[in-house]
DNA sequence: GTTCCAATTGGAA
DNA sequence: GTTCCAATTGGAA
């Protein structure tokens, strides 16, 4: 008979043996202590790593680096706040947008999605017909524009392990708690639904980011 | 480095060892051979397998004897098989409805919930404050009013496995879809919401339903 | 190729 | 003690 230490060993092993290539997702941060569940909780968390500099291995490459750029700039004000998140938007406004209030910069051509500051192109806005679509494929395609596939396949909406497959599924780190938030309560408000479902609609997003990649790299794979 | 198949092996035996003395539900009849996906065509199947007498594996003892009686009585008339489905509920009635028809018997003191004949007692039905009462939780009373919490603690909602334990968890059988599909249709007219909110809310009653019960056989153990 | 579904889990609320 | 939550999965739609 073997002790349960020894069976969770050799799970592990049948885990990484089975799943290593694609699903253990290597950052270092530690796990949160307390799970984050208010999403209030978890942007002031968020910024909270801001603060500490330590939240690099929570974005793409090209994020983490326009970051740290405009840490430099960082003040404890409200308005530079926002202003600094306006910038961890991808694109080519990123630096001009530096020298301008958001009041200014984004009102023509970008919709301000949420109160954390996140907007969307106006132009790729107005093609959401929200009326025709279900807030599902909503939630799709509002992540689709503020995050790459990449970032959709490798990130959970809170970080937090699988509680069916502790200490056997990597933890994967936590997709941007602002652009997240601010998706969720814009799609919350304009179908006037609780946000526990848009937060399923995201998790089953996520989940299939992750599975449409895996299916990619096992095609590339066999050929 | 093990093969595949033995570390299988030893996954299942880490379940058993595990968790054999509580999750593992056995049953005779076969997994579907085909996903049960709309609730018409597993109602088809629940009757279907009425039909065979074969379906005592899907009740509780009480209820397998029960049945057993009213399978002598049953013809194939529409009439005699409503008849025959108020017969499954529980409660002194059973008897006394046996010679008289539906309507007769349960418009006064029973309210029928959905077009499978599954009626509550009026009393009971007139304690749900559904004005007050998130749609989560009517489901929650219904199901507690049509079964027992050892059928709740122990079957699933379509009787597939979970596919994240497959070869894992033992499956479960398939709580009656006549009575569930009567439940579900009715908390979704009442509620006016999408069925498949309604099919959440009992997947998660279930599954509450089953830790309760692990509770208090840890409880039980430790005393 | 994309979207949706339901069983399982531990822990938060 | 009860209810709700989100990550994971394979497969259906």
Redesign the pocket.
């Known amino acids: 008979m073997m002790s349960a230490m020894e069976i969770d060993k050799v799970l592990n092993v049948h885990n990484s043996a089975k799943?290593d290539s694609f699903?253990t997702v290597h950052h270092v941060d530690e796990p949160p202590k307390?799970?984050?569940?208010?999403y209030q909780?978890s942007k002031m968390t968020f910024k909270g790593e801001l603060e500490k500099r330590e939240f690099s291995t929570l974005l793409t490459p090209s994020e983490s680096m326009c970051s740290v750029l405009d840490i430099k700039e960082q003040t404890e004000t409200a308005e530079e706040n926002l202003c600094f998140k306006h910038k961890l938007k991808r694109g080519a406004s990123t630096l001009k947008s530096a020298s301008m209030t958001p009041s200014e910069s984004f009102e023509d051509n970008e919709v301000l999605l949420g109160t954390g500051g996140t907007t969307v192109p106006r132009s790729e806005y107005e093609k959401l017909d929200f009326d025709k679509m279900?807030y599902?494929?909503a939630?799709?395609?509002l992540l689709n524009l503020k995050f790459t596939k990449e970032e959709l396949a490798t990130h959970?909406?809170?970080?937090?392990?699988?509680?069916?497959?502790?200490g056997v599924?990597?933890?994967?780190p936590?997709l941007d708690p602002v652009r997240v938030g601010d998706i969720r309560l814009h799609v919350a408000q304009k179908y006037n639904i609780?946000t526990?479902f848009v937060?399923?609609?995201?998790?089953?997003?996520?989940?299939?980011a992750?599975?449409?990649k895996k299916?990619k790299i096992k095609?590339n794979d066999s050929d």
């Open positions: 799943k699903d307390k799970a984050v569940n208010t909780e279900k599902t494929i939630v799709r395609r959970s909406q809170t970080g937090r392990e699988s509680p069916a497959f502790i599924k990597a933890r994967k936590q609780d526990s937060n399923n609609a995201i998790t089953v997003a996520l989940a299939d992750r599975k449409s299916r095609k």
